[in-house]
């Protein structure tokens, strides 16, 4: 027995080596390579997120409507290649507004990041009409001049882009557009005569590939300046007069105005700053004012659709998040930690089960009762206190025999 209890005493002692080596070792881990994984999980969720939502404030406004001042972030002088690796080739819109005559136009910004600096974008946005633009402290900062706003909204104008109708009757269009490309729809007419009442009079509509979306009639049947769907959430409405056969015009359609991702990366009218899941934060200036929160692509900012286009990229597969939308990745992440905490408190829990039955084994083989041997400790005191006396006894008589001889 007193083998076996030196033996389990020693697997006791390694077992509970075992745990506080499994446990450093689980610390260790958990600090190098568990945290840092989550970290990194963290860190491109946060990114993707500035970078998705960014992308597509900077394209909306907020109640005030449309801007006449917004300044970004600091931005280096270096090509913007080199700044970030967010702005690709490709060119943003800025559409400018005269709020005197409520004359509309746009002008597209080209950006070669490999070339570019912030100086370039500013002398481009500098010479567009009603606009000034200027390197404030290395941030950009763009400005309405008097008597205009400006904006990077997807509205479709209410002229069409192009027209080549020799007609008199007049075109508008409205709608916001639905899409998820950037396009130009052509719109061709069929037949010739009054609008509204020659009896084969039609407007063909095909897309930017050229594939027919639509025919309406605006002949026969039709009222005059009545809107009429033509795909793509956009409608046309053709006013009375005249129509010729092969009169065509067209319409520019946005799905997203900044295809450079320029906007977002210099920080004009984003929501969110921060470059980590550490630092992510909503910027100061919508925080001092929430009526800038760009929830609208309305002109007057006063619908929600911007704010229905974040929920819906929500949803959209990421690249950058091995194909799985912001709001999967986010769950599959809390998912994810929430098993490596299972998975360890289980192996845990396991070692201390362990550690329990081997100390009741130890228990069962080395347990005493304390009253028992508390009476033989006694016992043995007593026997020793007799041979003590005993041995005195002894000890004198041989003496007195000593003496005696």
Known sequence: CYGDHRDLHRLIRRQRQMCIRDSLGAMLSLNNRLLDDIRGSLDALAQEVMDVINRLHVQGVGVNGSFTEVTGVPVTSTTLENWSNQVTSGSFFVRVVDTATGGVTRQEITVDPTVDTITDIRDRLDAVDGLSASIVDQSLRIQADAGHTFDFLPAVPSQPHTSNITGDAEVTVSGIYEGQTNQTFTCTISGTG?????????????????????????????????????????????????????????????????????????????????????????????LNNPWRFAGAVDPNGTDGVNVQRMIDASLQARSALDNVSLRDYSARLVSSVGQAVQVRRARKDSLQNVVRQLDSQRDSISGVDLNEETARLVMYERMFQAMSVAIRTQDKALQYLLEAI
């Open 194 to 286: 009054q609008v509204g009442i020659a009896g084969d009079l039609s407007v063909e509509v095909r897309n930017g590939a050229g594939e027919l979306m639509s025919t309406v009639n605006v002949g026969s049947g039709y009222a005059a300046g009545d809107p009429l769907e033509i795909g793509g959430g956009i409608s046309i409405a053709i006013g009375t007069g005249q129509l010729n056969d092969s009169d065509d015009f067209t319409i520019q359609l946005f799905a997203d105005t900044d295809t450079s991702g320029f906007l977002s990366a210099a920080g004009i009218n984003t929501l969110f700053a921060g470059s980590s899941a550490a630092d992510i934060a909503v910027r100061s200036n919508i």
